[in-house]
T-cell receptor
């Protein structure tokens, strides 16, 4: 299993500012995923972060709004830029229990970052 | 398009049994997952089905029928701590996880 930590756990931000969320994993992983979960809704994948390459963004999400860094195999950051109240959500970092390039049967989640934009 | 349907909310009594259904339409299939999510917490893995049939794990069981695009999560001997949202997710042909909106389960004494 993988243990994932996220910072900050929660924040309240002003409109127009940016927040960077950090995700740390206790083991090396190839792929890290960033999700958003708005109140009462399910998970929406924002992007997949691969070490050594550009992140792959899902439809409706762009790099200018959600820049991602992946400097090594245990760490990633997601920045929510030029925030608006619509960005208020829980942001979750996740990894697959991926070994030797194969997907296995579980995805692990960090504790989440609860963001409120005023 | 890809779609996963599950009931929005269910209510059950402590000690009873409850079945949460999930139907899916995805481009390809590489496994179906059930996750539990308590309010304010991250999802935690419950079960994984890739072949038809029933997978049992303690009080929880999960069933899959690929031909029908259908799964259910069965919870037995319900406890108050089982009050949570239960998320159904399917891996499609691109190995991307498609998530359902979740079923909020309320357990009453």
């Amino acid at each position: 299993s993988a243990v994932i930590s996220q910072k900050p756990s929660r924040d309240i931000c002003q409109r127009g500012t940016s927040l960077t969320i950090q995700c740390q994993v206790d083991s090396q992983v190839t792929m890290m995923f960033w999700y958003r979960q708005q109140p009462g809704q399910s998970l929406t994948l924002i992007a997949t972060a691969n070490q050594g390459s550009e992140a792959t963004y899902e439809s409706g999400f762009v790099i200018d709004k959600f820049p991602i860094s992946r400097p090594n195999l245990t760490f990633s950051t997601l920045t929510v830029s030029n925030m608006s109240p619509e960005d208020s959500s829980i942001y979750l970092c996740s990894v697959d229990s991926l070994t030797s390039g194969r997907y296995s049967d579980e995805q692990f989640f960090g504790p989440g970052t609860r963001l409120t934009v005023l | 398009g890809q779609n996963i349907d599950q009931p929005t909310e269910m209510t059950a009594t402590e000690g009873a049994i409850v079945q949460i259904n999930c139907t899916y339409q995805t481009s390809g299939f590489n496994g179906l997952f059930w996750y539990q999510q308590h309010a304010g917490e991250a999802p935690t893995f419950l079960s994984y089905n890739v072949l038809d049939g029933l997978e049992e794990k303690g009080r929880f069981s999960s069933f899959l029928s690929r031909s029908k695009g259908y799964s259910y999560l069965l919870l037995k001997e319900l406890q108050m701590k089982d009050s949570a949202s239960y998320l159904c997710a399917v891996r499609d042909s691109n190995y991307q996880l498609i998530w359902g909106a979740g079923t909020k389960l309320i357990i009453k004494p």
